[in-house]
């Protein structure tokens, strides 16, 4: 079945930089759009970066010019680079993706999530 598995969080120091590796596995005939989601305790949910097809990408206003996603789509994985991190950075962060089976089904799927906590 199709599956994101998340890896690369871990701790580090504000100021640092980490690199969010996720890899889409199983059937899939297409994907569309591949993000990078967060969530921090008490908070709800939000999307980090996005990257299209097309290459085209998008941020939230509170990574823009310190996070960098990009995508292989021949191996159907993305990547966020993160620098200049910030302990509100700290979060769980979760790779999402617009999925096609074989049978032109589309479905969002999510990963396991991955945590990222930045000391001060």
């Known amino acids: 079945q199709r599956q994101l598995v998340e890896s690369g969080g871990g701790l580090v120091q504000a100021g640092g930089s980490l690199r969010l590796s996720c890899a889409a596995s199983?059937?899939?005939?297409?994907?569309?759009?591949m993000s990078w989601y967060r969530q921090a305790p008490g908070n709800q949910r939000e999307l980090v970066a996005t990257?299209?097809?097309?290459?085209?990408?998008t941020y939230a206003d509170s990574v823009k010019g310190r996070f960098t996603i990009s995508r292989d789509s021949a191996q159907n994985t993305v990547d966020l680079q993160m620098s200049g991190l910030k302990p509100e950075d700290t979060a769980v962060y979760y790779c999402n993706a617009y999925m096609q089976s074989f049978t032109h089904q589309w479905r969002e799927y999510w990963g396991q999530g991955t945590q990222v906590t930045v000391s001060s």
């Open positions: 990257i299209y097809t097309s290459g085209e990408t």
């Open positions: 199983g059937p899939i005939f297409g994907i569309n759009w």
